[in-house]
């Protein structure tokens, strides 16, 4: 699975993990998570993310 690195905070959204707290189960891909979700650290949006590699 992927990770996606904010370019604000530097928060890592890992396919993996999800993010709960938001509604974003375990195991949800990038493109699969709502367009209109949010850094949940700094409340960036999802177009601020880049993949880590």
């Given at each position: 699975?992927?990770?996606?690195?904010?370019?604000?905070?530097?928060?890592?959204?890992?396919?993996?993990?999800g993010?709960?707290?938001?509604?974003?189960?375990?195991?949800?891909?990038?493109?699969?998570?709502?367009?209109?979700?949010?850094?949940?650290?700094?409340?960036?949006?999802?177009?601020?993310?880049?993949?880590?590699?």
């Amino acid at each position: 699975m992927k990770k996606y690195r904010c370019a604000v905070c530097e928060h890592i959204y890992d396919e993996a993990l999800g993010d709960p707290d938001s509604g974003v189960a375990a195991g949800t891909k990038w493109e699969d998570v709502p367009a209109d979700w949010v850094c949940p650290v700094c409340g960036s949006p999802k177009k601020n993310f880049v993949l880590v590699e």
